[in-house]
C-alpha cells in the first residue's frame, strides 16, 4: 500500500511500483500540517488504485512479467550469431536506452509513451543524422523482438518520430590527399601500414579484411581469400602488385594466424580517425568507408567494367555497384559523350542570314511535302 511519511519539513509518498520493481519515494511539497498529512493520503490512496488498475490490465493482457534486463539478454541470445560489430553496436545501444529504461524494471514501462519520449530525446540530440537513425534502427528491431515473444503490448511509434537515414555525397580521396595518406605510412608500424593499404588495394569491407588470416594470402599466384560477414559467402581475389611486398612483410613479421592486430573492427576506425587528424585529412568527411568508394571510383575511371568491379570488392549484385559507388570522373564522362555522333544541327537563323533566298526556297519545298 501507497504510505505518507514525514522527512524534514515536508510530507512524502512512498510506494511499491511493481513494474519498475522497486520502492518509489515522492516529495509532495506540502508542509507538514494536520491538514496537508490528510491530503497526502487522499493522494497516496489515488496512487495505489492507479497501481492496482495497471497490474490488473497487465495481467489480462497476458504478458510476461520479465525484466528488461532479462529481455536484453534474450534478444542478444537470439542475435550471437551477427558478426562482432553488430553485436558492438546492439551494446551500445543498451548502454543508452537503460539511462532511460533501467533493467531491473519490467519490460511493461516499454510503451508508446516512454518510447516517444524517449525519441525526442534521441532526435533533440547535437550529433549527425545517421547516428540517430542507427539508434532507431536498433530501437525498432527490439521493439519487434518485445512484441514478438509477448514481452509488451504492441504500439506504433508516431511517424513524426521516425528517422530517415541522410544520403550523402560519394566522398572519396582527392589525389593530392592520397599522396599525403600514402606518403606518411612510412611512419607507422607494418599492422597499420598493412590495415590501410588492404583497404585502399582492394576495396573490401573493414569487416572483410579483419578476419583474413596469413594462411589466406598466397602470394606466388598473388590471391587472397577471406570470408563476409556481410554477404555470408567465401570469396577469392586477385592481389595488386604493389600489396604484395606490403603483405610479404606483414606475414615474415608475424609468420601466421590473423593478418591484423586490433581487438575489434572499431579499433580500426579509431586509429584511422587519429591518423587522418595526425597528417591534416580530418574534417574532409573520410572514413573507413572512404577506401572502399576510392577504389570503385578509381577502378572504374581506370576503364574496369562495372561487373568486375562488383566482383573484386565482393558485392552480390552489380546494381549495389553502380547505385552507391559509381563516380566516374568529369573528364571521362565527356570523352564518353563525344564519342556520340549526332546529325549536326543547324541553326535556322544562321542559315537565313547566310543565304535568305536559299531558306525561303527550303521553307516552300517542306510546305509543298507537308501537302
Same mark, same amino acid.
Given at each position: 500500500?501507497?504510505?505518507?511519511?514525514?522527512?524534514?519539513?515536508?510530507?512524502?509518498?512512498?510506494?511499491?511500483?511493481?513494474?519498475?520493481?522497486?520502492?518509489?519515494?515522492?516529495?509532495?511539497?506540502?508542509?507538514?500540517?494536520?491538514?496537508?498529512?490528510?491530503?497526502?493520503?487522499?493522494?497516496?490512496?489515488?496512487?495505489?488504485?492507479?497501481?492496482?488498475?495497471?497490474?490488473?490490465?497487465?495481467?489480462?493482457?497476458? *504478458?510476461?512479467?520479465? &525484466?528488461?534486463?532479462?529481455?536484453?539478454? !534474450?534478444?542478444?541470445?537470439?542475435?550471437?550469431?551477427?558478426?562482432?560489430?553488430? *553485436?558492438?553496436?546492439?551494446?551500445?545501444?543498451?548502454?543508452?536506452?537503460?539511462? $532511460?529504461?533501467?533493467?531491473?524494471?519490467?519490460?511493461?514501462?516499454?510503451?508508446?509513451?516512454?518510447?516517444? %519520449?524517449?525519441?525526442?530525446?534521441?532526435?533533440?540530440?547535437?550529433?549527425?543524422?545517421?547516428?540517430?537513425?542507427?539508434?532507431?534502427?536498433?530501437?525498432?528491431?527490439?521493439?519487434?523482438?518485445?512484441?514478438?515473444?509477448?514481452?509488451?503490448?504492441?504500439?506504433?511509434?508516431?511517424?513524426?518520430?521516425?528517422?530517415?537515414?541522410?544520403?550523402?555525397?560519394? &566522398?572519396?580521396?582527392? %589525389?593530392?590527399?592520397?599522396?599525403?595518406?600514402?606518403?606518411?605510412?612510412? +611512419?607507422?608500424?607494418?599492422?597499420?601500414?598493412?590495415?590501410?593499404? +588492404?583497404?585502399?588495394?582492394? =576495396?573490401?569491407?573493414?569487416?572483410?579484411?579483419?578476419?583474413?588470416?596469413?594462411?589466406?594470402?598466397?602470394?606466388?599466384?598473388?590471391? @587472397? /581469400?577471406?570470408?563476409?560477414?556481410?554477404?555470408?559467402?567465401?570469396?577469392?581475389?586477385?592481389? !595488386?602488385?604493389?600489396?604484395?611486398?606490403? @603483405?610479404?612483410?606483414?606475414?615474415?613479421?608475424?609468420?601466421?594466424?590473423?593478418?591484423? $592486430?586490433?581487438?575489434?573492427?572499431?579499433?580500426? =576506425?579509431?586509429?584511422?580517425?587519429?591518423?587522418?587528424?595526425?597528417?591534416?585529412?580530418?574534417? /574532409?568527411?573520410?572514413?573507413?568507408?572512404?577506401?572502399? /568508394?576510392?577504389?570503385?571510383?578509381?577502378?572504374?575511371?581506370?576503364?574496369?567494367?562495372?561487373?568486375?568491379?562488383?566482383?573484386?570488392?565482393? !558485392?552480390?549484385?552489380?546494381?549495389?555497384?553502380?547505385?552507391?559507388?559509381?563516380?566516374?570522373?568529369?573528364?571521362?564522362?565527356?570523352?564518353?559523350?563525344?564519342?556520340?555522333?549526332?546529325?549536326?544541327?543547324?541553326? /535556322?537563323?544562321?542559315?537565313?542570314?547566310?543565304?535568305?533566298?536559299?531558306?525561303?526556297?527550303?521553307?516552300?519545298?517542306?510546305?509543298?511535302?507537308?501537302?
Amino acid at each position: 500500500m501507497a504510505s505518507i511519511f514525514k522527512k524534514g519539513k515536508y510530507i512524502y509518498i512512498s510506494w511499491w511500483d511493481h513494474l519498475l520493481n522497486k520502492t518509489v519515494n515522492r516529495s509532495t511539497k506540502m508542509p507538514y500540517t494536520k491538514e496537508n498529512m490528510r491530503q497526502a493520503r487522499i493522494m497516496a490512496d489515488k496512487i495505489q488504485k492507479k497501481l492496482d488498475a495497471d497490474k490488473i490490465k497487465l495481467e489480462n493482457l497476458g *504478458l510476461k512479467k520479465e &525484466t528488461i534486463a532479462y529481455a536484453m539478454e !534474450h534478444f542478444l541470445k537470439n542475435n550471437s550469431f551477427k558478426k562482432k560489430q553488430t *553485436l558492438y553496436e546492439y551494446q551500445n545501444f543498451f548502454k543508452d536506452f537503460n539511462n $532511460d529504461f533501467p533493467p531491473s524494471a519490467l519490460c511493461a514501462v516499454i510503451n508508446k509513451s516512454s518510447v516517444e %519520449d524517449w525519441m525526442v530525446k534521441i532526435k533533440g540530440r547535437n550529433v549527425q543524422i545517421n547516428t540517430k537513425y542507427s539508434k532507431y534502427k536498433i530501437l525498432k528491431k527490439f521493439l519487434s523482438f518485445l512484441f514478438e515473444y509477448n514481452y509488451i503490448q504492441v504500439f506504433v511509434i508516431n511517424k513524426d518520430l521516425r528517422v530517415t537515414p541522410e544520403v550523402k555525397e560519394i &566522398t572519396v580521396f582527392s %589525389d593530392s590527399d592520397l599522396e599525403i595518406l600514402i606518403k606518411n605510412l612510412n +611512419l607507422k608500424n607494418n599492422n597499420f601500414k598493412t590495415t590501410v593499404l +588492404l583497404l585502399l588495394y582492394t =576495396g573490401l569491407r573493414p569487416s572483410d579484411i579483419y578476419n583474413i588470416k596469413c594462411e589466406d594470402v598466397d602470394l606466388d599466384k598473388k590471391v @587472397l /581469400k577471406y570470408y563476409s560477414e556481410k554477404t555470408k559467402d567465401f570469396f577469392m581475389v586477385p592481389i !595488386h602488385e604493389n600489396l604484395v611486398p606490403i @603483405l610479404r612483410d606483414r606475414i615474415n613479421e608475424i609468420k601466421t594466424g590473423l593478418l591484423l $592486430d586490433y581487438e575489434t573492427i572499431n579499433n580500426i =576506425g579509431k586509429a584511422v580517425r587519429r591518423y587522418f587528424k595526425k597528417i591534416g585529412l580530418n574534417g /574532409k568527411g573520410y572514413n573507413l568507408r572512404t577506401f572502399r /568508394k576510392t577504389f570503385i571510383s578509381l577502378a572504374n575511371a581506370n576503364g574496369i567494367e562495372l561487373a568486375l568491379v562488383s566482383k573484386l570488392v565482393g !558485392h552480390r549484385s552489380i546494381t549495389t555497384t553502380a547505385k552507391y559507388y559509381n563516380k566516374i570522373e568529369l573528364s571521362r564522362q565527356e570523352e564518353e559523350l563525344n564519342k556520340i555522333k549526332f546529325i549536326p544541327v543547324v541553326n /535556322k537563323q544562321d542559315k537565313v542570314n547566310d543565304n535568305p533566298e536559299s531558306y525561303k526556297q527550303n521553307k516552300s519545298t517542306n510546305t509543298t511535302n507537308e501537302e
